[in-house]
């Protein structure tokens, strides 16, 4: 199991959360898995991290968050970077929600409480740019993975 995370080249994941309990605990479950974290406490932040030349793998971004929430968050993201690969995370499991997600360009939605074990895969997938799809229902949460959006639509 640990020998698959030291052969992995060391990406950078940008997390994007207003808890800083969730911050620690995402950062953890990554550096487990070997990849560089780095964290944003909101979208605002987020967004100068990327034009101050953070180049991350990957973004993993909360939806819930005062003032720019992770929609708006998103859309600004891909704006800055088109090619940015972003999966949102959430304790709104809400299908209106999940579809505007993938309207807007994430390619992925984690159900919190999230467990390594989906995170790990989630985040792999998308980082080897394996498509996501569909919903996996476990005791414990649930991980919908979206399919990549033929086109992206902003308002």
Sequence with gaps: ?????????KSTILVVDDSQEMLRYLRLLLELDSYQVETASNGSEALQRLRDGCSPALVLLDLQMPGMDGLRTLRSLLKLRPELKVIMCSAVDDP????????????GYLVKPIQHLYLSAAVERCIAGHPLTGIEQ???GRVVTLPLPTHRYEN
């Design 1 to 9: 199991m640990f020998s698959a995370g030291f052969n992995r080249a």
């Design 138 to 140: 476990h005791p414990r």
């Design 96 to 107: 209106g929600k999940i579809r505007r997600a993938a309207s807007l360009g994430a390619q």
